[in-house]
């Protein structure tokens, strides 16, 4: 199937099956879900994939972690390479400039962006800002998102899913996709799921899929539901 549009693999085992070869490139896309449904580590993944074809990513987290405490738990998963780790792979604490000045976040990330050039970034989770933003979250994410199209970054917006909805809607808005990760109780116990709710310029498979998380890291079975 042809597009017109580029597309950049995600280095997710089953994902880029589901939407024609990758994420469209450059695009935004809300990557949403409750507690342990794996977003931290597909995000993950997603920057390791980008500094073993030597393009540079930027993690910006919105927790205030030491950045010990991040490798100590991400080092378990065969895709961290160490080397690419400051570097290839550059963690940026956001948590302070949110607390103090959470008007000049978009600033303090275009800053960032404009000095390390990435063409992968994760801002995890997004959700957070909302929450000091307030009224003028809508009008940030809008912002933020053309901001990073028009730099030629793919970034992945992690969402914290809120018991009485299916994904964080002011950051669906803005979103170029929607993959929705969920974590559900069947016959067989707790499963993991993803699910593409939204992918624009895309055929994309739809429907909930199983996956799973090991030492390889994310994985997701396209053919079963």
Do not use: C
């Amino acid at each position: 199937m042809t597009t017109d549009f580029a597309r950049v693999a995600s280095g997710i085992p089953g994902l880029d099956e589901m939407i024609e070869g990758g994420f469209p490139f450059p695009s935004t896309i809300l990557l949403a879900g409750s507690t342990g449904t794996g977003k931290t580590t597909l995000a993950l993944q997603f920057l390791f994939e980008g500094a073993k074809r030597d393009e540079q990513g930027l993690y910006f987290s919105t927790f205030s972690e030491p950045t010990e405490w991040v490798l100590r738990f991400t080092s378990r998963y065969s895709f961290v390479d160490q080397k690419f780790l400051g570097n290839k792979v550059k963690y940026i604490d956001l948590a302070s400039v949110i607390k103090s000045q959470p008007h000049r976040v978009l600033y303090y990330i275009e800053n960032q962006i404009a000095e390390h050039n990435p063409q992968r970034v994760v801002i995890d989770p997004i959700t957070i800002i909302g929450t000091l933003l307030g009224a003028n979250y809508r009008e940030f994410l809008y912002e933020l998102s053309s901001s990073l199209k028009s730099k030629n970054a793919i970034a992945l917006l992690t969402g914290e899913v809120k018991p009485t909805e299916d994904y964080p809607l002011e950051v669906a808005y803005t979103a170029d996709g929607v993959i929705l990760l969920s974590y559900i109780m069947n016959e067989n116990g707790r499963r993991r799921y993803l699910e593409v709710l939204k992918m624009r310029g895309s055929e994309h498979i739809t429907g909930r899929h199983m996956s799973d998380i090991s030492r390889n890291g994310y994985s997701v079975q396209a053919g079963l539901g």
